[in-house]
């Protein structure tokens, strides 16, 4: 677990992947990067012994004070591990769930962010069953689009 990358971007930086280079030549089979208050990519990266890791250089922060939208947008990753009959781990699958952080405002004293599932809260607007406004369903299907660009981008390389 890595606390690095440069504040509010999505871009990784030459530090990031230069110390993800020495952690998966040392043996590290999963990177999950945090910090820049932002998503950034995912990807598959072989070592030099042909071993494969997965680094996700940053999946957010969860509380963020960032006036920014982009500082709001969090992934909860979801791993599924294959272990063989000689107990040897591999990763089997490796999807996300994006999540926003809700800002209610300092009304709240305790309580003040609240952490919505993105893809079920836009799902549900527009029934009884919804507990947000226009303006936070907006938000929502621009950080979804946002991530899914994210994701994508790297997944087309």
Known sequence: MMHWGD???????????????????????????????????????????????????????YTSEFANENANLELILNFQIYVDKNGNASIYKVDYTPVYMLDRGSQYKENRYK???????????????????????????????????IIQKHEEN
């Not at 509010?8 to 945090?34: P, V, W």
């Open 7 to 61: 504040v509010n971007t999505n871009k990784t930086n030459k530090l990031q992947e230069e110390q993800r280079n020495l952690l998966i030549d040392n043996g590290a089979d999963i990177i999950i990067g945090a910090h820049p208050s932002a998503i950034q990519k995912m990807e598959m990266v072989e070592n030099k012994y042909g071993d494969k890791c997965f680094v996700a250089y940053s999946v957010g922060d």
């Open 115 to 149: 952490i919505l599932d993105m893809k079920k809260e836009i799902a549900l607007y527009d029934t009884e069953e919804s507990n947000i406004d226009k303006s936070t369903y907006d938000k929502l299907v621009r950080g979804v689009d946002r991530l899914n660009s």
